[in-house]
Every structure is written in structure tokens, then in C-alpha cells.
């Protein structure tokens, strides 16, 4: 499998250079011009790791010069301070931490084979970058915790490059202020300004996605390199209260956090992904081994041409490629080959939490998780930055997945898409069919947006496998409309019931991915195709009006 990863690897390198642009020296030299935000992304720099390890692997000075190219770039974004800026039409610049790992981990693994002319290059950047993350990003600093975490690593790196005992001393701060923020379900929370929000219902800010793509791989790594062992430990088993998410396809059920208007079903959009954690991790516990390499499979089917697109169904749909997806998470690659290619690691196909049967609430994202023989089920009724963020509540059905095949028969995520990162962030061309993938109930008011999926102050009632609770039509900013919906869900290994009655008719909208959808009380009246961004899949959407104000469907 090692093998392949190298690959993949070299195949993403080559993919990414014939982006790269050159026009003489000018101020956009270097960068990589995106087909799908029709822009060069800041963080081009951050492939500089992967470059240099096909530079190591293969001896191809084409990996030199696209190295080079990179620092060339980066110096258009590089402050007189020491931070860089992550595009240049952000003022944002603490995504200098990203870099800094980047050119950290270059230094250490592949400074004995690059030209001393580029190693030069890269010591000054970590020293003018490292001063400026000491002063400017810790936990006071008005960023989601993944950002000072991203510092633990950051630090330590340019600490032992630069024999900086300051560095080492905030890092290990660092460290111990992010260990604070993990719940009784082994969950590390925080992605919110203030770390320590909590919403009405005591939920805590938790983005699986990027928990597992970025925070925990920062922890992993800084594990990794310092050889520390007690933190080994406890993200061993962090990253273990995680691995319930990781579906049997390889993809990350991010499904239920508060930053998923970036989800791509396999991660996050600028994250550089999971497989190295579990790589690390792989020693202790087979299963992370065998769930990255279910991650891995399933990046290679979203990979067409050299270049990793945004979700399973984008090629299909003719989207185009976000290269942010491309040039993160092939440092994911780089780092396997890097560190493991010579293990020969060889796993077995391991049983994955999310194959066996469970029944979860997860109390801090008020939240349920449950899988019987056939199916799995998420539940959203968490209520933190619904305006900001755009994530499902309410009592909505975040996941319905078909165990036996694999596949998800419906994947929600925000309630409708919005550029919350507009740098970030891929815009739809055809509008009318981009729809949502959760069931819904929804209207539009005075061309203001409505919905069940925002309703917060839902309180659900679950006996065995059975759900009711009452919603109302809400806005994205909270704003609620009179009429209420009693809804029923009941889960079983024939599929899922859903029983809704109102004081007046209603359609309700079902987008299925895949399986099929059996209407006992209400009457179809009309099937679109539909396709949503996040994460990334074709639908059918069933539209289904109620009958005497009542409403039965069974989806399986």
C-alpha cells in the first residue's frame, strides 16, 4: 500500500507543477492558478514538503525549481513582520503556521539532499516566520483552537531547527492549554472564538473534520518528532473518541460539526488530512492503519487527471477542481512515504466503530449517533454559530448510511450554502439544482430563506430506536415562523421511518443519494436532479406533499 501512496504522490506533484505558473519573474510566479476559483491560492507554499520529497525520492530537478518557484511566490504575501498573508485579497495571517510546518518539515527530512542555495532560502523564511507566530498566535489570539494547536507543532519544529529554547517553552504552553479543551467523550472542542463558547443547551464548538484533518495530526506529529510519549498517550486516545466517525467507505462523518460548510466527505478543504496521524498511531491500534488506507481508496476515487476534486461526485458533474484540496492533502502522502516507506506495514482489514452496532448521544453537540446491522444514523439538534456557520439542527438527519454497500444513502451539511470563507470556498454554476442534501421542510418568506434544519430549540424525545420532537420553519439568523411540524423517526433494519402531521399541508423534500424511498401517506410531486457542494454528491430529491396534513415515508 506504501507503494501506492508514492504513487499517488509523485502523480499529485506532477499534476500540481503543470499549475504552477511562470511569467518571468512577475509578481505571480510560482503560485498555482486554480481552475475552480479562477485564483492563485496564497497557500501554494504549503506543497513545498511534498515537493522536496520527490525531490528526495526521485533526483528530478523539476521538483527543485518548482520549489524554488514556490519561496518566489510566497514572497508576494510575506510581511515586513514575519506573517504572511493566506491570499492576497485577505488581510487574514494566521495561516502562517501552516507554512511553517511546511517548511519545518521540509528542513528536517530533506535538507541533506537539497542545494544549500534553497536550504538558505528556507532557514531564513522558518526564523522570520517562527518570531512572528511566538509573538502573535496563542491562546488569547482570536482564531479557532486549531490554529494554536497548529502552533504546538509549529513551534516545536522551528525551536529544534533554529535551537531556540523559547519556542520549545511556548510550544509545550501551547500544548497544555489545547489538552484542556477535550470532553468526557474524548472530543477536542474549541472551534469558536472564545474557545470555551457554550450555546443555551452547554454545547461546545467541535468540527470533526477538522479535528481529525488538522488539530489532532498537529498533535500526532509533534508526538512524532519529540518522541513524547505521554503525549502519544493522550492522543492515542483523543484520536480514538474520533474514530467512531470514520465511516466504513473511509470517509469522515462530519456530518454533525460546526464547520462543515468546507466538508468534502473524505475532510476538510484546506486541511492537510488524516492518514498521517493514523499512520503514527498505526502501532498501537491496526485500526487507524486500515481506516487511512479506507480514506486514501476513497481520495483516489474523487482523483481524476493528477488532482484531487471536492467530493465523489464533482467530476461526474463537471465541476472543476479546487487545487486547495490537491496541494494539502498531498503532504498527507509525502509524510507516509517519507516516514514509512521502508516499514512495510501490512494490516488486515480491521472492524471499524462504525461497523458495529451502537446507540450514541453525544451530549456536547446534543447530537445522536446510532447503528444497527444495517444502517447508521446521525441526528443534529446542535445549537453553536448557526448564523455564522450554516449547520443542521432542529432535529435534523444529518447521515442515513448503508452499511452492506458502503454508501450513503443521504449526507446533509449546512442549510444552505453560503461563502463563509469566500477564498475557501467553490461557487455552484448550475444554481437552480443546487440544493441541500438533507430531508426538509423548507419556504422562502419575503425572500428570506426558511427552514426545519434551522430550528434550535427542538427537544427531542428518544425511546429505544423512536424520535419525536416539534419544529418550526426557522431562519439561518434564527428568525421562526408559527406553524409547527411533530416529527417521528423510527430506525430499524428495515430502514428509516419518518412520520410528520402539521395544522396544514406541507412538502416535504427528500434527497437520496442512493437507495430508495417508499411513500405510505403523501403524494410525489415531482423527482429533480439535484447536486450539492458540500459534500459533494448527485442526488434525487423527491418532493412529497402531505395528505390531510400527515406525511409517512420509510427510506432504506
Not at 503556521?97 to 523564511?125: D, M, W
Not at 424525545?461 to 421562526?480: C, H, P, V, W
Request: positive net charge; contains cysteine.
Amino acid at each position: 500500500m506504501i507503494d501506492k501512496y508514492k504513487v499517488i504522490l509523485l502523480e499529485y506533484a506532477d499534476s500540481l507543477i503543470k499549475k504552477q505558473i511562470r511569467h518571468n519573474h512577475s509578481s505571480v510566479d510560482g503560485g498555482f492558478l486554480c481552475p475552480a476559483c479562477k485564483l492563485i491560492h496564497g497557500r501554494s507554499i504549503d506543497a513545498i514538503y511534498a515537493f522536496a520529497i520527490c525531490y528526495k525520492l526521485s533526483k528530478d530537478a523539476k521538483y527543485l525549481d518548482a520549489i524554488s518557484a514556490l519561496l518566489d511566490y510566497a514572497n508576494n504575501l510575506i510581511c515586513d513582520d514575519g506573517g504572511i498573508y493566506n491570499d492576497m485579497q485577505a488581510l487574514w495571517r494566521y495561516t502562517t503556521v501552516f507554512q511553517e510546518i511546511a517548511l519545518g518539515e521540509t528542513y528536517l527530512s530533506a535538507k541533506e539532499v537539497l542545494p544549500s542555495s534553497i536550504n538558505k532560502r528556507i532557514f531564513s523564511r522558518i526564523k522570520l516566520h517562527a518570531e512572528w507566530l511566538y509573538q502573535n498566535l496563542n491562546e488569547k489570539t482570536v482564531a479557532n483552537i486549531n490554529y494554536p494547536t497548529s502552533n504546538v507543532l509549529a513551534l516545536y519544529l522551528a525551536g529544534n531547527i533554529l535551537h531556540n529554547q523559547k519556542y520549545l517553552k511556548q510550544s509545550k504552553y501551547l500544548l497544555n492549554y489545547v489538552l484542556k479543551h477535550i470532553t468526557v467523550n474524548d472530543l477536542l472542542y474549541g472551534e469558536s472564538q472564545p474557545h470555551d463558547l457554550k450555546t443555551e443547551k452547554g454545547g461546545l464548538a467541535i468540527d470533526i473534520g477538522y479535528n481529525l484533518e488538522e488539530s489532532l495530526l498537529a498533535l500526532g506529529k509533534y508526538a512524532f518528532y519529540s518522541k513524547d510519549t505521554n503525549t502519544y498517550k493522550k492522543v492515542l486516545k483523543l484520536a480514538r473518541g474520533h474514530l467512531p466517525f470514520i465511516l466504513p467507505d473511509g470517509a469522515i462523518d462530519n456530518s454533525l460539526g460546526c464547520r462543515n460548510y468546507k466538508w468534502t466527505y473524505y475532510g476538510s478543504r484546506t486541511c492537510d488530512g488524516l492518514i498521517p496521524l493514523f499512520y503514527i498511531l498505526g502501532k498501537d491500534d491496526k485500526r487507524f492503519i486500515d481506516a487511512a488506507n479506507r480514506n486514501f481508496a476513497l481520495m483516489l476515487s474523487c482523483t481524476h487527471d493528477g488532482l484531487l476534486y471536492g467530493g465523489p461526485d464533482y467530476f461526474k458533474h463537471k465541476e472543476k477542481p479546487c487545487l486547495h484540496h490537491t496541494f494539502e492533502h498531498i503532504n498527507s502522502f509525502a509524510f507516509v512515504v517519507d516516514h514509512f516507506l521502508n516499514n512495510k506495514i501490512s494490516v488486515n482489514k480491521q472492524i471499524l466503530p462504525s461497523e458495529e452496532v451502537f446507540d450514541t448521544y453525544i451530549k456536547e453537540m446534543d447530537a445522536y449517533r446510532l447503528a444497527n446491522h444495517k444502517y447508521l444514523l446521525s441526528i443534529s439538534n446542535y445549537d453553536i454559530n448557526i448564523s455564522y456557520s450554516g449547520h443542521l439542527t432542529g432535529g435534523s438527519i444529518t447521515l442515513l448510511y448503508d452499511k452492506k454497500n458502503r454508501r450513503p444513502i443521504m449526507v446533509g451539511s449546512v442549510g444552505d450554502y453560503q461563502l463563509t470563507e469566500p477564498n475557501n470556498m467553490q461557487v455552484p454554476l448550475e444554481v437552480n439544482s443546487h440544493l441541500p442534501g438533507y430531508p426538509r421542510i423548507d419556504d422562502v418568506v419575503n425572500n428570506k430563506y426558511y427552514s426545519t434544519g434551522y430550528f434550535n430549540h427542538a427537544k427531542i424525545i428518544k425511546k429505544d430506536n423512536e424520535f419525536k420532537f416539534t419544529t418550526y420553519l426557522t431562519s439561518r439568523d434564527g428568525l421562526k415562523l408559527k406553524d409547527k411540524f411533530n416529527f417521528v423517526y423510527k430506525f430499524t433494519d428495515q430502514g428509516l421511518a419518518i412520520t410528520i402531521n402539521s395544522q396544514k399541508d406541507f412538502v416535504y423534500k427528500v434527497p437520496l443519494i442512493s437507495g430508495q424511498i417508499n411513500i405510505k401517506k403523501g403524494k410525489l410531486l415531482k423527482v429533480e436532479d439535484t447536486f450539492f457542494l458540500t459534500p459533494g454528491f448527485m442526488m434525487k430529491q423527491y418532493n412529497i406533499a402531505s395528505k390531510k396534513h400527515q406525511l409517512e415515508v420509510v427510506i432504506k
